[in-house]
């Protein structure tokens, strides 16, 4: 036994041991705070537009004047327990605090640059001190993020391009070398166990250097995580974009940094504030997918988290409290697809089911007024029990397997009402392994939903098709590319063919006019993706879907089948080229289903 367990520990890679505690925390509070709190947002009167903490490149303020800011910090208010115990609140298992910011001052004693918290301002102290000791208190995680790229106070460093035009002139190398190591040595050294350095905007990093500054992470503290944006592929595990939730199951260790507002660094003008409904969501969706959600919090130059804030992230964590099995520790979903109005997370021996929207999950309704009924496809395993998480009352199921349609499925008796606004989670438990049927499935709404990121590519000489990192279709800008999708349709009827996709982030714009042909069930279909309507894309507000309906097809047998969508021609003058999110396949309105 031993011997088995010693040559199981071994055969885990470095990293693999670093992310154990990761993978089981699912979530986490970033905190992003620095002198961009004193301005917050405004510049000698003026709004200046973008992320708080952005304001001196958005407004091109000169070093020297950006400096004076240390001189009025003075954050009297900043109680390291408070912070620590509204991130404990939420049920977040780590903080990541900005200990440097593109902006360049550390926001803990450093001897390294005399531009820091400790030095630099009226309030002397270090709040990193404080925080790994309150950290350590309750349990909870303390992690660095720390910009090695960019750093608007350094003339070596990368992004100001206003007090230093010239970039011939920059050492970037002198600056890593001078600044960069040596910090992170310091936040390594002289602050207890770090759980991760979150660096952020490689940039012009190489990739040599971006994997020196790992080595020295991993030499200081050989438990300590580096994130994705250290560069080059070189971190522990992947970072997605900023607010960028990915469609589908990642199957990489990854991480979304989310803002709870528009910003990351205090604005006092932005109230923009996500519902609690929202951040739990974004939470389950992430776990769903086999990521970690990293919340935002931006405390103000007093010290103080904002209030908004404090309030959502306890109402997550009182959601946590009865619904955490299904999130800490969890595993992404074992199925392709979602649940119509909800999604599914597992864990050994247990299928949860979250239902964000309860009528359209129980879509058909029950033997009485006071029950709905759901249903779920494709489970292959017994269940043993249903019950709610809210109230731990049992649920009564039926399980039937349709021969005819190959079709497993579970139904499920639900009260009339949904009782978590939030998420209520169905839990299911589950007799042996959890075993379900991974093609793609008609929904029991009808819907066939065909994932971009699970379709066959066929690539051709040359081309670039290919999934992005948030699971969409980039870089489709040639004719001769095309995808195919297997899956199974239980009804008959007629379909609109639906052609999802998206557009490009803050507003850059979409491509469309492409003509297509779509060939399923003997049918050729052809047509324009234009812009038949907006979508909002429930995983990212950043990159807005567009709607284009494509024709009508027949399905006049339950069964296999198999699409192929070909572009005959593809507008790519913005180089966007065909976005494809879906195809989507929509049966008419009150389509009667089995
Ligand atoms: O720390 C937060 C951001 O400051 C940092 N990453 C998160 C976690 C970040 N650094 N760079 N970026 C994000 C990309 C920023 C892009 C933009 Fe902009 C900022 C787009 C709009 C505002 C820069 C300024 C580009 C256009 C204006």
Redesign the pocket.
């Known amino acids: 036994m031993v011997l088995l367990a010693t040559c199981a520990a071994s055969a885990q890679t470095p990293s693999e041991k670093r992310l154990q505690w990761w993978r089981e925390a699912r979530f986490g509070m970033?905190i992003?705070w620095g002198l961009y709190a004193l301005p917050a947002g405004e510049w000698k009167g003026k709004p200046i537009p973008?992320?708080g903490?952005?304001i001196m490149?958005?407004a091109k303020i000169p070093v020297a004047e950006y400096e004076q800011l240390a001189k009025q910090f003075n954050p009297v208010r900043f109680n390291a327990e408070e912070w620590v115990a509204v991130a404990k609140s939420a049920g977040a298992k780590y903080i990541v605090i900005?200990s440097k910011?593109?902006d360049g001052f550390a926001m803990y004693g450093s001897k390294v640059s005399k531009y820091n918290i400790v030095d630099a301002t009226p309030f002397h102290r270090d709040p990193m001190k404080e925080l790994a000791a309150a950290c350590q208190k309750a349990g909870i995680r303390l992690c660095f993020?720390y910009s090695q790229t960019?750093d608007w106070h350094e003339p070596d460093g990368n992004g100001n391009t206003w007090d230093w035009p010239d970039e011939s002139k920059k050492d970037f190398t002198r600056y890593l070398e001078e600044k960069v190591k040596p910090q992170v040595r310091e936040l390594l050294t002289n602050y207890g166990p770090i759980g991760l350095i979150w660096f952020?905007?490689p940039r012009i990093i190489t990739k040599a250097q971006s994997q020196e500054l790992a080595d020295l992470v991993h030499q200081l503290q050989p438990d300590c995580l580096v994130s994705g944006r250290i560069g080059h592929g070189i971190g522990d595990y992947d970072s997605a974009g900023?607010n960028q939730i990915s469609v589908g199951t990642v199957k990489r260790d990854w991480e979304t940094?989310v803002t709870m507002n528009d910003t990351?660094g205090f604005k006092k003008d932005d109230n923009n504030w996500k519902s609690t409904t929202v951040l739990i969501r974004q939470l389950c969706q992430i776990a769903s997918r086999g990521g970690n959600y990293l919340l935002n919090v931006g405390p103000t130059a007093e010290g103080l988290i904002p209030q908004p804030s404090v309030e959502r992230m306890a109402q997550i964590g009182q959601w946590l409290k009865v619904n955490g099995e299904a999130i800490n520790g969890a595993s992404p979903s074992p199925f392709p697809y979602e649940l119509t109005g909800g999604l599914i997370t597992t864990r050994p021996g247990k299928v949860y089911l979250h239902i964000f929207d309860w009528s359209r999950f129980a879509a058909c309704c029950g033997p009485s007024q006071d029950i709905a009924l759901g249903r779920l496809y494709g489970l292959q395993s017994k269940v043993r029990r249903a019950y709610l998480l809210a109230n731990n009352s049992t649920l009564k199921i039926s399980q039937k397997y349709y021969k005819a349609t190959d079709l497993d499925q579970l139904q499920i008796q639900l009260p009339a009402a949904a009782p978590d606004a939030n998420d209520s989670i169905v839990a299911l438990d589950i007799q042996g392994e959890v075993r379900v049927d991974t093609s793609l499935r008609q929904q029991p709404n009808g819907v066939v939903t065909l994932p971009a990121h699970l379709g066959e590519i066929h690539n051709s000489q040359g081309g670039g098709l290919r999934i992005d990192s948030r699971g969409v279709v980039e870089n489709w800008l040639r004719a001769d590319e095309w995808m195919s999708w297997d899956f199974k349709v239980n009804d008959r009827g007629t379909y609109q063919v639906v052609l999802v996709t998206s557009e490009q982030k803050?507003g850059r714009g979409w491509e469309g006019g492409h003509r297509v042909s779509l060939d399923v069930a003997g049918q050729h279909l052809e047509g324009t993706v234009s812009n038949d309507g907006k979508e909002e894309n429930p995983g990212d507000a950043y990159w807005p879907y567009v709607v284009s309906k494509i024709g009508s097809l027949k399905i006049s047998k339950a069964g296999g089948y198999h699409l192929e969508l070909k572009p005959q021609e593809i507008q790519a003058l913005k180089k966007f080229g065909l976005t494809l999110v879906s195809v989507r396949l929509v049966p008419p309105a009150g389509m009667v289903t089995m």
């Open positions: 970033f992003h973008g992320i903490e952005w490149n958005r900005t910011h593109h993020y960019q952020d905007t900023d940094p990351w803050y």
